[in-house]
């Protein structure tokens, strides 16, 4: 099911308007670096603000038009529950709803593959719940997250 916008289910509506450190595509994870930035996440499977760049709406773009270094992005904070339109890393093939998925260190989501050997989760780290089947191997590609 294809959509048109990153915020799919949106409960509680927690934006920040913060400048780009780079180019940063709608639905990427992506992180404050300081009290005026945000980049792409750049840590992969680290712990992780639930913070996605949405498209600017006001200004006419869609979820496929990128922000460029020193523009002002939206930036939205989703709850528990929400549903984003998240962007799959290239290679990655999630293939049961439900897959955990964490930071690729790009922007884009993985799925979790690891746990520690103590049983221990950093639940900081995953970033939300595939709520679809998506195939990435040939290309980045979007996908539902339930955030947790």
Not at 103 to 118: E, I, M, P, R, V
Request: with cysteine.
């Amino acid at each position: 099911m294809a959509t048109n916008t990153i915020k799919v289910i949106n409960h509680s509506d927690v934006n920040y308007e913060l400048v780009a450190g780079g180019t940063i595509t709608p639905g990427m994870l992506i992180e404050q670096y300081s009290a005026t930035q945000v980049r792409a996440h750049s840590t992969a499977a680290g712990n992780a603000e639930k913070m996605f760049a949405v498209e600017d709406e006001l200004q006419g773009n869609t979820i496929d038009d990128n922000y460029s270094a020193t523009n002002t992005v939206i930036c939205w904070l989703p709850g528990r529950g929400d549903i984003v339109n998240a962007i799959l890393a290239h290679g990655q093939n999630v293939t049961t709803v439900g897959t955990f998925l964490v930071s690729n260190a790009n922007g884009h989501l993985k799925a979790k593959t690891s746990y520690a050997s103590t049983g221990d989760v950093d639940v900081e780290e995953i970033v939300g719940v595939a709520i679809e089947a998506v195939n990435a191997t040939s290309a980045a590609a979007r996908i539902k997250v339930r955030i947790i």
